[in-house]
């Protein structure tokens, strides 16, 4: 009843204009969440999953986390002159992003064992606050956490009104999106599935600490996804957002189950408000999961023509 | 106010008899929940955390899963000659408890994985399932899961009434524990942390699967269970409930933080009602965290004297 009155006052996906992408979201909520109904879903079954870059917030011209990465290889280079001698440090130093992106997943991974390990994870958290607070995306001259996706926001928020648990499930690091997803997203950090590189519990000085290691322990992408959805979770989602092929194996997860499944894919066709790329992008390819869109039932969100709005007004 | 008048009606804690343990969790609780009170800790930060084995559920004589998979031996070995001829498997047929016992870590873990892998972890949590439904416990003739300790059932009850998020973390499967853990304890898959072996996704004759496959993921015990709910919760523990060494790390990393920390530990004082047994133990040794208890601050729970009822009434 409190749930039913906040949803009717706020007006659930009012950036949304009526049109097939809105009217799949509600005709799936309302059959979901109908005692009466052949496909009522007990809450403890809602579960939906979304996807993070490019489907709450922006990835171009690069991943958010990327551009952490690099501003904090620049913030360390001083203390550490020897990184000169390697090449992919000293691009990052330099700003030679296509020596970057011929370093391919390697030399991410290798960016971000060098600046994301080494501290514990409240500690590496704080560092992640700081930088939002101050950096600015390059084309909107906004903080990056401004830069999410005012529906999706509403879809969040209209799922948790009708009893549906959020989670985030990303190729991201899960400790650099819990630093911030509760406040941004209202997505505890137990609800948040993401890439991780490995941790360890040791007594320092007598105080028990937990370090992170420059160590991959898990990537949360493509096949990835629906075991870290296992992992995490243990049931398997009834509603699945993504933008990309990453998330093609979560919405094959997410779909196959019995009773009714939603799929959604944030196509990006926005080059005014936002970007346009799909098959050829760098960063959020869209090629395989758009193909299989039509016969697997999953929804295109075409940006330009769904949303009437796309980022939170500016304050 | 819903909450407050279930707990009213129910008595909560109505089978711990009056005394240091009863009282420490009543007064820990107040603290944690009065608004106006300097130690009150918001709800999504009310994350409580128990062990399985020993501190919910019976452990003696042997880890419940042990039998599980001892019997899982027995029920495969007709499809399996081969098995005849490895030392390990050959005792677990026969049941030749002191060659299994010598094994140690690395025999149970080889029994694990001949058992628990190779099927999809909906496939294994039915085949638990099963097991739990014909299984009978060798001393007190009762299904497993009627033997979980009726007083710590009322406390994750009182708990969650007070606003808290209760998870099992445990050295236990996780998938193990999954099949059983919302029905006899009302903690829901994604609120179960535990040891895994690795998951792979694929598409099988068109259809998206997850193999359970025979490699070790993580090991939930000791200094894991630290990496564990840093992993799967993303934040620290208020409160920790464990019953041996393998819960030591756990209760240190609950105990650090700063503001009000409930520590406990269940000792097994009762050989008639239960089992007594601490330092010597094979299962469930109490050893290092007994002696540490006394400085730290964690309360131990004599279940012979603490206890009114061990288990629930027979139905
Ligand atoms: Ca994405
Ligand atoms: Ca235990």
Redesign the interface.
């Known amino acids: 009843l409190v749930f039913s009155a906040v949803s009717a006052i706020c007006a659930p996906l009012a950036s949304w204009n009526d049109g097939p992408a809105k009217q799949a979201i509600e005709t799936f909520v309302k059959k979901v969440t109908d005692p009466d109904g052949k496909d009522f879903v007990s809450p403890?079954q809602r579960i939906a999953v979304f996807d993070n870059d490019g489907t709450l917030w922006v990835e171009q011209p690069m991943y958010t986390q990327l551009a952490f990465a690099l501003d904090r290889v620049r913030q360390l280079a001083p203390q550490h002159p020897e990184w000169q001698e390697n090449p992919l440090l000293k691009a990052a130093i330099e700003g030679d992003m296509k020596t970057l992106a011929a370093s391919g997943d390697k030399g991410l991974l290798e960016l971000v064992t060098v600046t994301h390990a080494g501290m514990s994870?409240a500690a590496f958290q704080q560092i992640v606050t700081d930088w939002l607070a101050s950096a600015e995306h390059p084309r909107f001259k906004r903080r990056y956490t401004d830069l999410v996706y005012q529906p999706m926001l509403e879809v969040l928020a209209y799922l948790r009104e009708n009893g549906f648990?959020t989670y985030v499930v990303s190729g991201g690091g899960?400790?650099f999106m819990?630093a911030w997803s509760?406040r941004v997203y209202g997505i505890?950090?137990?609800q948040?599935v993401g890439s991780?590189i490995k941790?360890?519990?040791?007594?320092v000085d007598g105080?028990?600490t937990?370090i992170r290691l420059p160590e991959v322990?898990f990537i949360d992408d493509g096949?990835?996804?629906?075991?870290g959805i296992?992992?995490?979770?243990?049931?398997r989602p009834i509603a699945a957002f993504g933008n990309s092929d990453g998330d093609l194996?979560m919405l094959?997860?997410t779909s196959?189950g019995a009773g009714p499944r939603l799929g959604m894919i944030v196509h990006h066709t926005d080059a005014e408000r936002e970007y346009a790329y799909d098959r050829n992008s760098h960063f959020g390819r869209l090629d395989k999961a758009m193909d299989l869109a039509p016969a697997e039932g999953w929804v295109l969100i075409d940006m330009k023509n769904d949303w009437k709005d796309v980022f939170p007004a500016a304050k």
Do not use: M, Y
Request: no cysteine; charged share 25%; proline share 11%.
């Open positions: 403890e994870p648990t899960i400790e819990r509760d505890l950090p137990a948040v991780s941790t360890r519990f040791e007594i105080k028990p937990l322990n096949a990835g996804k629906p075991v296992n992992e995490h979770i243990g049931q194996q094959q997860w196959t």
